[in-house]
Nanobody, 117 residues
Framework: QLVESGGGLVQAGGSLRLSCAAS????????MAWYRQAPGKQRELVAP???????NYLDSVKGRFTISRDNAKNTVYLQMNSLKPEDTAVYYC?????????????WGQGTQVTVSS
């Protein structure tokens, strides 16, 4: 189970920090990632992070967003700075985890981020 928090309404130029905590039965969590889906658009990958801390970013958020994780807490974060109206979307976290030797995926319920101009 993934529980997200930290979304909300913010003015352009502001900041928000999203959190996503994983709980349940799993041997390990490999990649954790943040996705977003704006109204009328497809869900897109914002940033993934591996267990070892390797990251990647959507071009439009590079230099503004930072993904991090706390492996001891099974939690992933997304620090979002210099927010723009086009960042408005529902943000979802996703994890790829291992259970009984199988790699599975789970999604969070989503948290709304709204950036006003």
């Amino acid at each position: 189970q993934l529980v997200e928090s930290g979304g909300g309404l913010v003015q352009a130029g502001g900041s928000l920090r999203l959190s996503c905590a994983a709980s349940g039965s799993f041997s390990s969590i490999n990649v954790m990632a943040w996705y977003r889906q704006a109204p009328g658009k497809q869900r897109e990958l914002v940033a993934p992070i591996t267990y070892g801390g390797s990251t990647n970013y959507l071009d439009s958020v590079k230099g503004r967003f930072t993904i991090s994780r706390d492996n001891a807490k099974n939690t992933v974060y997304l620090q979002m700075n210099s927010l723009k109206p086009e960042d408005t979307a529902v943000y979802y976290c996703k994890m790829d985890y291992v259970l009984f030797g199988k790699t599975l995926s789970a999604w969070g319920q989503g948290t709304q981020v709204t950036v006003s101009s």
